[in-house]
């Protein structure tokens, strides 16, 4: 097989189209109809070699053949036992090989753990394919419940959009109760970022309607503006405030409680007694010398001849001054 894994207990339609496969196949038809089916370890190989094989597939039964009118053929194949590639004579004409059946391994321990991890996949099974549309989905469900456990990892395994190289780790392992608890460990997984997924999704969508709402208001605001011969350019003002407001180089708590007020001023019509206040009170701390300073000077001759040049008698008050200097 180019692409697909097989998995024993599964009823799989596939189609031949290499020479060497169709005798193959025909040499089936023409005994027990009983063939292995493998995976190709690279799908874009158009003639295998024994190393472009991987080693574990499926023994199984075909079923049913049907001839196409473009010479491929279509096959319905039943996998039946693991089975291991033990020599393979691979030719032009013909694949064929000798193998050993691969009996599943189990312990006691794992006897009494398979009960209750068949359990727990079903359930993880049941959300996992409750939230896939499809039309055969009652059915898969229905199948899940009546798989026994030494088989629910294979059905799981052969219906599930999993890597190939994991399917093909599956197919190899002997012992249920590892594949199982490997189904579990992805299915899991897979709840986790399906949740994750969920919640970031409704994150955007909240912020998305929130930022919608505040454009309609946005909108709305401006229209009735211009309807009031308001719109000679408030926009400008409160932006040209904001850029002052954003390069004021404040604390972090006064340009936090400034950028609030600016948000609020954008929503006001420019006109209202709130908006000048607001505007007034923006205008003060951005003036302010927040980061500015001059070195400080303690030569109090300086200082008096400062006072006697910049104001004229006074001579108490300049006089008190260099005092408190």
Do not use: C
Not at 17 to 25: W, Y
Not at 69 to 93: C, D, W, Y
Not at 190 to 204: A, D, G, R, Y
């Amino acid at each position: 097989m180019r692409e697909e894994i097989i998995y024993p207990g599964s009823t799989t339609p596939f189609f031949v189209g290499r020479k060497s496969s169709m005798e193959a196949l025909d040499k089936a038809l023409s005994g027990d109809r009983q063939i292995i089916v493998v995976a190709q370890r690279v799908s874009s190989v158009e003639e295998p070699k024994d190393e472009d094989l991987f080693e574990v597939g499926v023994l199984g039964r075909i079923l049913q053949v049907m001839r196409l009118p473009n010479g491929t053929v279509k096959a319905l194949f039943e996998g039946q036992h693991r089975a291991r590639i033990l020599e393979s004579m691979l030719s032009e004409k013909d694949y064929s090989a000798r193998i050993e059946v691969m009996e599943p391994k189990e312990t006691e321990k794992d006897r009494e753990k398979l009960a209750d991890l068949s359990t727990k996949a079903r359930a993880l099974a049941r959300e996992h394919f409750k939230k896939k549309k499809s039309k055969t989905r009652e059915e898969v469900l229905k199948n899940i419940e009546e798989t026994e456990p030494q088989s629910l990892a294979d059905r799981l395994s052969s219906m599930m959009e999993i890597d190939r190289d994991l399917k093909q780790n599956l197919l190899e392992e002997i012992r249920p109760v590892l594949r199982l608890e490997t189904l579990i460990e992805i299915m899991e997984e897979e709840k986790k970022i399906s949740k994750l997924e969920n919640q970031l999704k409704k994150q955007v969508k909240e912020q998305m309607s929130s930022s919608q709402k505040d454009d309609y208001l946005q909108d709305q605001l401006k229209s009735i503006q211009k309807e009031l011969g308001q719109m000679d350019d408030p926009k400008g003002e409160v932006d040209e405030l904001a850029r002052k407001v954003k390069e004021a180089k404040m604390p972090s708590e006064v340009q936090e409680s400034a950028e609030k007020e600016v948000k609020k001023l954008k929503m006001m019509s420019p006109l209202s007694a709130e908006a000048n206040v607001i505007r007034n009170y923006l205008e003060w701390l951005v003036a302010m010398p927040w980061e500015n300073s001059t070195e400080d000077n303690f030569d109090l001759k300086r200082a008096q001849k400062i006072l006697d040049e910049d104001h004229y008698g006074l001579e108490k008050v300049k006089e008190r001054i260099v005092e408190y200097l």
